[in-house]
């Protein structure tokens, strides 16, 4: 099945600062790519996603990109606020609508 | 839109007792529901991929019997930890995908966390 790796497992980075999140994947099948973000105690949100047939996708501060070649892809936070700090957690899918595999998180502390 | 809930939002019980959790797709239907369990500081665990009309879909591990999983409509599947133990206590979370949605992305409940005494 599906293996994805994440790193690092803690950043930290001044406000202001960005911050990149990489993840690897195993299956050259896997076609979908969410990102989400998790507070303590919280559910995970959806933050961005990407398909495999694209290679760069932004919304605001927020950015992912993503080399099939190479089978990873990564998390770009720009301009990062204290708001941010949280867990992040990506993941890859293979088909439409199926089951996700989680990378093992990243936890984020943006120091004021 | 893709609002998912889950009920209770914590539960306490005895352990050899039997807890239901409860996960509901408020504003639209889903087929597939999806159910992880996270412990503290860890990454979600897929337990099972739980299927309306149809027998939930296992992971390699998760014991079957010992956790009922129940798909009875479009917008309910149910969790039933059967016989609980402390070691089952952790923070149990659903989730669902929108087929009318333009993603595939999975929209998470709030999550159950449950404490086996």
């Known amino acids: 099945g599906e293996n994805v790796e994440q790193h690092p497992s803690t950043l930290s980075v001044q406000e202001g600062d960005s911050a990149v999140i990489k993840c690897t994947y195993s299956?050259?099948?896997?076609?979908?790519f969410p990102w989400y973000k998790q507070e303590l105690g919280k559910r995970p949100q959806l933050i961005i996603d990407?398909?495999?047939?694209?290679g760069e996708k932004k919304d605001q501060r927020i950015a992912v990109t993503l080399n099939k070649t190479a089978k990873h892809f990564s998390l770009h936070i720009t301009e990062t606020q204290p708001e941010d700090s949280a867990v992040y957690f990506c993941?890859?899918?293979?088909?439409?609508?199926?089951?996700?595999?989680f990378g093992s998180g990243t936890k984020l502390n943006v120091k004021p | 839109g893709a609002v998912v809930s889950q009920h209770p939002s914590w539960v306490i019980c005895k352990s050899g007792t039997s807890v239901k959790i409860e996960c509901r797709s408020l504003?639209?239907?889903?087929?597939?529901m999806f159910w992880y369990r996270q412990f503290p500081k860890q990454s979600l665990m897929l337990m099972a991929t739980?299927?309306?009309?149809?027998?939930?879909?296992?992971e390699q591990g998760v014991e079957k019997d010992k956790f009922l999983i129940n798909h009875a409509s479009l917008t309910l599947s149910t969790l039933t930890v059967t016989s609980a133990h402390p070691e089952d206590s952790s923070f149990y979370i659903c989730?669902?995908?929108?087929?009318?949605?333009?993603?595939?992305?999975?929209?998470f409940g709030p999550g159950t966390r449950l404490t086996v005494l």
């Open positions: 504003d639209f239907q889903a087929t597939t």
């Open positions: 299956d050259s099948a896997s076609n979908y």
């Open positions: 990407i398909r495999s047939n694209v």
């Open positions: 739980s299927n309306e009309g149809s027998k939930a879909t296992y």
């Open positions: 989730s669902a995908s929108n087929p009318q949605g333009l993603t595939d992305t999975q929209y």
């Open positions: 993941a890859a899918s293979i088909g439409n609508f199926n089951k996700f595999y």
